[in-house]
């Protein structure tokens, strides 16, 4: 059948456009769907970079009072440290994901 036999001349604009159109938006699904994995990620890293100083400090706070017998100042002492180094993990991490992303 050809374009002129064809009933509605616009059938097959129409056609081209619905697939031209649910190919875009399932790009911007994907795309969308990659963004959202990537927002999870940066997350989870930010969590563990500071739960991690917290812990290493808590850990070494822990043991210089096991050691020593100054309960609790070593523990409060470690939790902190750790508390400040979690603090400069973080920054560290978003400053060098800002600095990947502007270059």
Same mark, same amino acid.
């Given at each position: 059948? @050809?374009? #002129? &036999? &064809? *009933?509605? *001349?616009?059938?097959a604009d129409r056609d081209d456009f619905d697939r031209r159109? %649910? =190919? %875009? /938006?399932?790009?911007?699904?994907?795309? &969308? =769907? %990659? #963004?959202? =994995? =990537?927002g !999870?990620?940066?997350? /989870?890293?930010?969590? @563990?970079?500071?739960?991690?100083g917290v812990i290493t400090g808590t850990a070494l706070g822990f043991l210089v &009072?096991?050691?020593?017998? !100054? @309960? *609790?100042?070593? /523990?409060?002492?470690?939790m902190i440290l750790g508390f400040a180094a979690g603090t400069l993990n973080m920054v560290r991490a978003v400053s060098e994901m800002n600095r990947k992303d502007g270059a």
């Open positions: 059948m @050809s374009r #002129q &036999d &064809d *009933p509605n *001349p616009h059938h159109l %649910k =190919a %875009k /938006l399932e790009e911007r699904r994907a795309r &969308d =769907a %990659k #963004q959202e =994995a =990537a !999870w990620s940066q997350g /989870l890293r930010y969590g @563990s970079e500071f739960l991690g &009072d096991w050691l020593t017998g !100054w @309960s *609790p100042w070593g /523990l409060v002492t470690g």
